[in-house]
Each structure stands twice: as C-alpha cells, then as structure tokens.
C-alpha cells in the first residue's frame, strides 16, 4: 500500500469515530483538540517559567517530592514492574498470543529488521551511550563515594573486592536496570495502544486503552486528563535526555575539534537536534524515522565491533557469559529484593527505585510509538520481540562498552581501580568516562578520532529518532488519536520541546525536571495498571468468545 493511501485510510478510520467531534475542524486548532492544545502548552509554558526562574526552590521542591515517593511508594514501583513481567509472559505463552494487533488478515506495514530498528532507536536510544560505561564502572567500585554501597548485590554475593566477580556482578545489576522489568512496562502499553486501535478501531489515544472500564465516558474530562498526562510525559521526558545528553556531544567535539563544550555550543547543538528531528518528524514513519533508526543499528554495529574487537576480546566474552547466566538466574529475586538497611534501601531508591520510575515516565510516549509502528503483529510476536530483542542488544552493548572500562580498570599500570575512569564516574563526568574508554582501546590517534567521531554520530542520530518520534506521538494524542497529525503541529511540538530543553539548561533546572518526572511516574504508573487490567479483560473474553465459536454445539455433532 502506497504513503498517500495509508495516510488517507488512517485519517478515514480516526474522522469515523465520535473522537472525531472533539476534533477542531477550522481556525488555527484545526486537526487538534483545541482545549487539550492549550491546556497541555499552558501547562509546559507554566513548568518551565517556575523551574527556569526559580531553581533553587523548583529543586528543593521536586528533591522533596521524589524522596516521599521513594520511601512510600518504592515497594509498590518494585511491585508494579514484577506484576507487569507476569502480564507480559502470560500473554506470549498462552493462546491469548496467537491474536493479532488489527484485523485477522492485516500483516506488518515494516520489516522485521525496520520495526526492531524502531524499537531499539526510540526506546532506548542515547541513555545506553550515556549510562553504558558508567552505570558498570559504578557499580564495581567499593569507595562508597556517594553516601551508599556502590552494589549490595555484589556485596551480598561476597564479591566485596575490585576483581572478576565483582566486575561480573557489576554488569548484572546494570542488566537488572535495563532489561527485562523496564521493557515489559513497554510491552503493556504499547500492546494495549494497538489492540484498542487496530483490532478494536478505536482511535491511537491512552483514553482508549480504558475503554472496557469506564466506556464512554472516555470522551470526557477524565479522557482529555489521560491524555494530557501523556503529552507533558513526551515532553518533559525528551527535554530532559535532550539537555542532559548534549553534554556528552559537547564533550565529544571537544575532543574531535576543539569546540567549547560550555552551555553556548551545547543550545546550538538542541537548535540543530531539534530541526533535524522536525525535518524527520514531517517525512514520517516510514521515511525519516525509519531510515535514520536503520542507519542508527548499522553505525552502532560498527562501534560496537570497534570496541569488542579492538578490546579484550575473549575477556569480553567470558564476562559476558557469566554475567548474563548470573542475571538470567537472579533477575526474578532482585525484583522483588525490599532492603531493610539503611544503606542499601538508599542505593535501591537511588537507582532502581529511578529507573522504575523512569521507565514508568516514559511508558505513555514510547508505548504509543511501538503501538504506531506494530499493526499487523501477533501478540506473541509483539511481546517476544519487544521484551527480549531490544534487550539483549543492550546487554550485548552494556558488556562490551562497560566490559571495557572493568577490564582497564582491573589491569591498570598503578593498581586496580587506578585507570581513571572510577574517578571520572565519582565525579559524575559521565560524558567524559564515555569517550576515556575508547581512548583506553585505541591509543588516540586517527582511529581514535575515527571512533569518536562515530559515537558522536549516534548521540545525535538517537536523539532525532527520540525527539522525532515523540513529536509525532504527542500531536497524534492531541489531534484525538489520527496517526497521520497535522504537520503544523509536529513543527510547533519539535519547536517547544528544544526550547523547554534550552531553557532549562541555561537556567540550570534540567536536575529539577529530571526529579519531577520521578514524581509524575506515580500517576501515571496508577494509568498502566489500568491499562493492564484493561487489555487482560478485553483478551481474554476475545478468546473464549472465539473458544466458544470453534466448539460444536450437540445438536451439530
């Protein structure tokens, strides 16, 4: 099917649903939900002015929320993303899997190696860049350097020194944050987005994914309040990865050119990111966000050989065997780990209570998205794929970048833990501990700067596959649930969320807003549970609906 008929068939099926009343139709709001417009950019313009303007209190505030949520609400984020997993591997191992995402005879508008693209780009992108060499280094250091044991795990596993086992419990628990938990937060909403929508034809909307609990009712206030909830997620998400993640490209030109990595080179680089990811953004799925996530796999590819192969190659590959069985046989009992020590229930809320309520963050902007981007799919397919593909890329990338960094810190000239990059991390120069590993590879040099400049590319092309993806996904939440939004508004939503970006990073509340959608993960994670509860229900009388028909009644037999 070509572009144009795609597009036609979308807009046809979104203007024959009652969602197509609430939908503008002349004046400058036309294609969108005037109301939810203004109210979702009045409240982005209200946030950024109170951060921007006032950061010591915006943090103080937000420092102060985030805590009460940690420490009242931690079991149940730990709790929820253990519930999700279950939700998840029912599905793809019973007969609920063999329904499929649209019509029975619809097949995948991408192919399996565009689609996987598409979900490794957007869901995961630049953090694995940013966190990859790290999040490990961290975790196998033993100086307690921030207030909190650097890894109970290892600690309780008696690895309590920098050596081989430490390393390898170092690398499992960065798994823990990355793998299966956080992604099957993804699989939920992103399969209850595309049930409701290409089986159920109800519009590409979170309202829908509720549908079988309050009905219509979904065409009311507490619908324009989900969906709302969704757009400020999109927007505050990516401007945080966007302000927080030009730091590590200022730092790379740096290192290549000589640029000035200060605040000024680091908003000319949001200027450039964000035009770019509009450009992308209004060419569409299938061309700009497509070609770009593909392009993101193959240079990645590239890196990633680069560091395995320019590294210690069969270390790398002994680490990652034991590391990965290790997580494979614990992944279960650390999600459901609840310290009682002071220590450790910091370190918990520190790091794993976040990242839950990262993923959770994140769940409505890139849960629409992988929705977008799966008709056609079984569910087993969607769920397979989505839960374990993505990931086990990541932890094949966690090993061999990280890999690198434990292994020259193990075999360095001084002593264990002297190689430099240890320090860097207790100086929270994540940007620089990045580009000190490669130097440890290759010596500098041309090759050096060859691969610099590589990882220099997938920081900006992630961040246009992330910023791209999320314009579109929240101006198809305002224009009530039509995959194919007016271009107007993907210019004005590309162009806003550079500029909360810009900001904030000029003012200095990114840290702010970062804490904040800590704290919106909770309302938010309160959605996904209905939207679980939601889709199981919906399934299920699916399938004993089609139980029922398949079974001769008596009188036939």
């Excluded at 370190?347 to 977008?372: E, H, K």
């Excluded at 939440?477 to 000029?506: Q, Y």
Aim: aromatic fraction near 12%.
């Amino acid at each position: 099917m070509s572009t144009r008929s795609t597009s036609d068939a979308s807009n046809a099926r979104a203007l024959q649903h009652p969602f197509a009343d609430c939908v503008t139709q002349t004046g400058l709001f036309k294609g969108v939900h005037k109301n939810m417009m203004i109210a979702a950019t009045l409240l982005v313009c209200v946030f950024v002015f109170f951060t921007g303007f006032n950061t010591d209190l915006a943090g103080r505030v937000f420092a102060a929320a985030r805590g009460w949520v940690e420490s009242t609400f931690g079991w149940y984020y730990m709790l929820v993303l253990v519930l999700l997993l279950v939700a998840s591997l029912t599905i793809a191992v019973t007969r609920l899997g063999n329904i499929r995402l649209g019509d029975d005879d619809d097949r995948p508008e991408f192919s399996t190696f565009s689609w996987l693209s598409m979900l490794f780009s957007a869901g995961v992108g630049v953090g694995i860049l940013f966190f990859g060499v790290a999040e490990p280094t961290l975790y196998f250091d033993t100086s307690g350097a921030f207030g909190y044991p650097n890894n109970p795990y290892a600690d309780m596993a008696g690895a309590t020194t920098m050596g081989f086992d430490r390393a390898a419990d170092a690398l499992r628990v960065t798994y823990f944050h990355w793998g299966f938990h956080g992604w099957a937060v993804y699989v939920i909403v992103g399969l209850a987005l595309a049930y409701f929508s290409f089986r159920k034809k109800l519009p590409l909307a979170l309202r829908s994914t509720v549908h079988p609990l309050i009905g219509d009712r979904i065409y009311g206030p507490i619908g324009h309040i989900i969906d709302i909830l969704g757009v400020l997620g999109c927007v505050f998400g990516v401007a945080t990865s966007l302000g927080l993640g030009v730091s590590q490209i200022a730092v790379g030109l740096d290192r290549l050119f000589g640029v000035d990595p200060g605040v000024m080179t680091q908003v000319i680089l949001i200027a450039l990111i964000s035009v770019a990811s509009i450009l992308s953004s209004l060419s569409g799925v299938g061309k700009g966000i497509r070609i770009i996530s593909e392009w993101n796999i193959i240079v990645s590819a590239l890196v990633i050989a680069y560091f395995l192969f320019g590294g210690p190659t069969a270390w790398l590959v002994q680490i990652f065997g034991a590391s990965l069985s290790d997580y494979l046989v614990e992944f279960i009992p650390m999600g459901l780990w609840f310290p009682e020590a002071q220590g450790p229930s910091a370190w918990q809320n520190a790091w794993t209570i976040f990242y839950w309520g990262w993923w959770i963050g994140w769940a409505p902007f890139i849960g629409l998205f992988i929705a977008r981007i799966s008709r056609g799919r079984t569910l087993r397919e969607f769920v397979v794929c989505v839960l374990c593909a993505p990931t086990l890329m990541i932890f094949a990338w966690l090993a061999i970048f990280g890999g690198n960094a434990l292994h020259q810190e193990l075999v360095a000239d001084a002593g264990i833990g002297t190689a430099g990059i240890i320090d860097l991390v207790n100086g929270w120069d994540l940007p620089a501990a990045l580009f000190a590993t490669a130097d440890g590879i290759t010596g500098g040099g041309v090759w050096g700067w060859i691969l610099n400049a590589m990882m220099i590319f997938l920081l900006f092309s992630w961040f246009i596959t992330s910023s791209d993806s999320s314009t579109l996904v929240l101006t198809t939440i305002l224009s009530m649930g039509n995959d194919n939004p007016p271009k107007r508004f993907r210019v004005f939503w590309g162009t806003m969320i550079g500029a909360v970006a810009a900001v904030l990073l000029v003012a200095g509340g990114l840290r702010a807003l970062q804490t904040a959608n800590m704290v919106t993960a909770l309302p938010i994670s309160v959605l996904v549970i209905l939207m679980t509860i939601s889709v199981m229900k919906s399934l299920l009388a699916e399938s004993v609906g089609k139980s029922t028909a398949s079974t001769p009644s008596k009188a036939s037999s």
